[in-house]
């Protein structure tokens, strides 16, 4: 079976990461793009490993996956998931803290 990569964008509370998985999905609608901020209130270790099952049952089908949302490399190598992916491909997002903080003021929650 071919194993596809996995690319993750992430980066900090306000940096865009929601912005751009709705442009990245017009970009690329061959891939399964998702905002993993969508789920809030649980446990994020056991979140994350259902995005990484997620993103491997989507690549069964020969899809590629785009996960938005806060992840940093350890916690994807500590995945049960990891041998079935390829390679992991990052894009960390980043902003002055002015824009930052400006951009979550106006958030809501």
């Not at 041998?83 to 979550?104: F, G, K, P, Q, S």
Request: with cysteine; charged share 25%; proline share 4%.
């Amino acid at each position: 079976m071919r194993k596809l990569p996995l690319f993750v964008v992430t980066g900090a509370s306000g940096t865009g990461k929601t912005t751009i998985s709705s442009l990245v999905r017009k970009q690329l609608p061959e891939f399964d793009v998702f905002d993993m901020d969508i789920i809030d209130n649980v446990d994020w270790q056991i979140a994350k490993e259902n995005w990484l099952r997620i993103a491997y049952n989507i690549s069964l089908s020969g899809r590629g996956t785009v996960l938005c949302g806060t992840m940093v490399p350890e916690n994807i190598t500590s995945s049960d998931y990891i041998d079935r992916v390829d390679r992991i491909l990052y894009m960390n997002l980043h902003c002055d803290d002015v824009t930052r903080e400006t951009r979550l003021r106006r958030e809501p929650g």
